[in-house]
C-alpha cells in the first residue's frame, strides 16, 4: 500500500508523537509499504521506500501554524493519491487518527487545575479565546463530527474521553497502547544500584522516590513540592530527572526542601535508573498514557501517578497506587503508604515491544483498506 502519515516534524529526537511516527514509518516500510511523510520539518529516513513531502506552513502564531498546516496537508494528500492516510493531529483529513496527546478537551480542563484555584476560572476563559486553542477545539470537533475515521487509543481514559465527549462509537476506536523497549527496560538493571547511587551521592539504604519529566509543570512538580513537606519525619530523598531550570531548584529551596530534594538533570541512561530507585512518583495534571510508568513497571518497582494519566489502567493493588490529580494531601499519603511496604512489587508486568504495537496498527490499517 501506499500510505500516508502526517506529522508537523518528522524527528525521532523529539520523542513522543514524532518518535511514534518515526518508528511507524520504518515498520511499514520494512514490510514492503510505500510510505508518504508530509510535514514541515523532517529528518532523512532510513529506506529508500518513506520519502519526505515538505509543506510551508505559516510558523507564527501557534495556532495559524496549526490551521495552516492542516489545510495544505490536505492538498497534498490529494495530490499523492494515497491507499490510507494517518496522522496524530493538527489535520482534520486522515482514515486513521491516532491522538497520541489524549484529547484536547479533556487536556485543557485537566491542565487548568495547574493554576492556584482563584484564577482558573480566567485563566481558562482567556486561553479558550487564544487562536491556537480555537484551532485546536475546530480541528478535533472536524475529525469526530465530519472526517469520522477510525480512531487509535492509547489508553482506556483517552478511549473514554472521545467516546464521553463525541458520542463516538466504540466499534471505530482500537485500543492499542504503546509499547516500550522490554529488552532495555528490566529488573535486571538492578545491577547497576550501586554504581547509579554513587553517581547522585546516595546511600545504598535510602529510599528513593524517582520523578521524571521533561516539562515538570505539567507532570506535577509543584504538587510533589507540597505533598513532601509534610514528610520530614520519614527519611527519604527525591531523585530529579529532566531539566534542572533555575525555576525548580529556586522552587526547592523556597519550600526548604534542598534537603530531600537531588536534581540529577538529564541523562542517557534512564533504564538503568528505575530499579535503582524505590518508587517512581508521577503526579500529573494531564498524561494519555506516559510512558516512564510502563518503563518504571517494567524496571519492576511501584508507581504513584493520577486519575489524569491513562497509565493508570496498569497500576493493580500491590505496584502502585492512582490518586486524584492536583491533589497534595493524596500524594502524600501515597507516598507514605509506599515508603511503609518498602520497594517490592509483587508482579512485573509484560508490555507489548514496538514491532508487537506496530503490527497492531498495521492490521488497523489493513482493515481500513478493507
Not at 56 to 62: A, E, L, Y
Amino acid at each position: 500500500m501506499r500510505i500516508s502519515i502526517a506529522i508537523e516534524k518528522f524527528d525521532p529526537g523529539v520523542g513522543g508523537a514524532e518518535r511514534y511516527c518515526w518508528d511507524l514509518a520504518h515498520y511499514l516500510g520494512v514490510n514492503g509499504h510505500e510510505v508518504e511523510i508530509i510535514c514541515m520539518k523532517g529528518i532523512a529516513p532510513d529506506l529508500p521506500s518513506i520519502h519526505i513531502n515538505s509543506i510551508h506552513p505559516i510558523k507564527f502564531p501557534q495556532g495559524l501554524r496549526h490551521l495552516s498546516f492542516a489545510i495544505l496537508h490536505y492538498f497534498k494528500v490529494k495530490r499523492l493519491s494515497t491507499d490510507i492516510n494517518f496522522c496524530v493531529g493538527n489535520t482534520f483529513y486522515m482514515d486513521i487518527y491516532q491522538p497520541h496527546g489524549g484529547l484536547h478537551r479533556a487536556w485543557f480542563e485537566r491542565d487548568i487545575l495547574r493554576y492556584p484555584p482563584g484564577f482558573r476560572k480566567i485563566t481558562g476563559l482567556l486561553r479558550r479565546f487564544s487562536l491556537k486553542d480555537m484551532v485546536q477545539r475546530g480541528l478535533e470537533w472536524w475529525i469526530f463530527k465530519i472526517t469520522k475515521p477510525e480512531v487509535i487509543a492509547i489508553s482506556e481514559m483517552v478511549k473514554g474521553d472521545i467516546m464521553n465527549r463525541f458520542k463516538y462509537p466504540s466499534d471505530k476506536i482500537h485500543l492499542i497502547p504503546n509499547g516500550i523497549d522490554t529488552k532495555r527496560f528490566s529488573p535486571k538493571n538492578k545491577r547497576y544500584r550501586r554504581e547509579i547511587r554513587a553517581r547522585y551521592g546516595l546511600n545504598e539504604d535510602d529510599f528513593i522516590f524517582l520523578f521524571v519529566a521533561n516539562n515538570l509543570k505539567l507532570k506535577g512538580f509543584n504538587i510533589l513540592l507540597d505533598a513532601i513537606k509534610n514528610l520530614h519525619n520519614l527519611s527519604f530523598k527525591v531523585l530529579i530527572i529532566g531539566p534542572d531550570s533555575s525555576w525548580s531548584k529556586a522552587k526547592v529551596k523556597k519550600a526548604a526542601l534542598s534537603d530531600k530534594v537531588i536534581f540529577g538533570g538529564r541523562v542517557d541512561d534512564i533504564e538503568r535508573i528505575y530499579p535503582c530507585c524505590d518508587c517512581l512518583i508521577h503526579p500529573t495534571y494531564y498524561d494519555a498514557c506516559s510512558l516512564v510508568v510502563l518503563e518504571a513497571l517494567a524496571s519492576g518497582i511501584p508507581v504513584i501517578t493520577t486519575k489524569a494519566n491513562g497509565a493508570g489502567m496498569y497500576i493493580r493493588p500491590g505496584n502502585g497506587f492512582v490518586v486524584p490529580s492536583a491533589n497534595p494531601l493524596a500524594v502524600e499519603s501515597a507516598m507514605e503508604q509506599a515508603y511503609a511496604k518498602g520497594p517490592e512489587v509483587r508482579e512485573i508486568l509484560t508490555f507489548k515491544n514496538h514491532d508487537e504495537v506496530f503490527a497492531d496498527v498495521a492490521r488497523v490499517i489493513e482493515g481500513c483498506r478493507k
